[in-house]
Structure formats: structure tokens, C-alpha cells
């Protein structure tokens, strides 16, 4: 976990560095039928809140059912292309500097647990099978693996 913890935080430095070289404007550029990176970021930052309500109340129970969300209406609604770039930014690298730190104090077997009352074949990036049991660092890992599969979108490689 150790490691995880590692290659989170310079994700998260790495990925703040790099989006803040973007421009306001390149920042709001959409190509067709796709978001803009305020808009990815913004859907981050929405990631960030819904994913630290899971893990916290995850940590307490015995499933990982969670709530959904609607991501393409949350990034309709809050207007991202009309934010400060450089706040949008700011507030995605705080806010997974703490869902980093919480991480990193969640007692090691609420993330080992296995579960077999889970709902990650809907709310998972990488979907689990439903009639397979999984745990909460299964959750937590594929929801860094989301977050740097939406920095490559706007940042490459």
C-alpha cells in the first residue's frame, strides 16, 4: 500500500504541475461532442467528493454499496468552463491530497475486507462483477486509475 500511497501523491503533484502549464484558454477548448479540461477536471473534482463520502462510509460497514451520480449533468450544472483554471486546479490537488491522507489512515482491514454486497459493476470505473466479492482497496485503487485515465486525456502520456 505503501507504494500506491507513493505513486498517488506524485500523481497528484505530477498532474498539477502539468495542467497548470495549460493555458485559461487551452483550458476551455473542447473538441467536439467531448469535454474541455475544466470540464474533465471539474468531473474530477466531483470524483474526489462522491469517492471520499464511499471510502469513509465503506471504512464503517460490512458492503460497498454506494450511491451514483449523474456525472454528465454535475458538469452541466456547475458551468465549469466559466471557473478560474487555476482554481479548478488548485482544488483538485487539495482535494485528493486528502482523500490521499484518509487513505492513508484507513485501518488496513476495512481496505482487505472482502465484500460480497457491492454495487462496483455500476459505480467502478473498472466494473466488478456482481457476483464477485471485492474490497475497498479494489475501489480506492480503480478510482486513482480513473482519475490518471482523465489526466492522460488532457495532458498525453
Not at 22 to 49: R, Y
Amino acid at each position: 500500500m505503501d507504494q500506491f500511497l507513493n505513486d498517488f501523491r506524485r500523481s497528484i503533484d505530477d498532474g498539477k504541475t502539468r495542467l497548470l502549464a495549460l493555458s485559461e484558454n487551452q483550458a476551455n477548448v473542447a473538441p467536439p461532442g467531448k469535454w474541455s479540461p475544466k470540464q474533465i477536471v471539474g468531473h474530477l473534482i466531483d470524483s474526489a467528493a462522491n469517492n471520499h463520502q464511499r471510502f469513509v462510509r465503506a471504512a464503517s460497514t460490512a458492503d460497498l454499496v454506494c450511491p451514483g451520480y449523474d456525472q454528465e449533468a454535475w458538469v452541466d450544472l456547475q458551468h465549469y468552463n466559466g471557473e478560474s483554471w487555476n482554481d479548478l486546479v488548485q482544488l483538485w490537488a487539495a482535494y485528493n491530497k486528502h482523500l490521499l491522507h484518509v487513505v492513508s489512515v484507513l485501518p488496513p482491514e476495512s481496505l482487505t475486507r472482502l465484500r460480497n454486497e457491492h454495487n462496483l459493476d455500476q459505480v467502478a470505473f473498472r466494473a466488478v462483477n456482481k457476483s464477485s466479492p471485492t474490497t475497498l482497496e479494489y475501489f480506492i485503487r480503480d478510482y486513482v486509475d480513473h482519475m490518471r485515465h482523465h489526466l492522460k486525456q488532457i495532458l498525453g502520456n
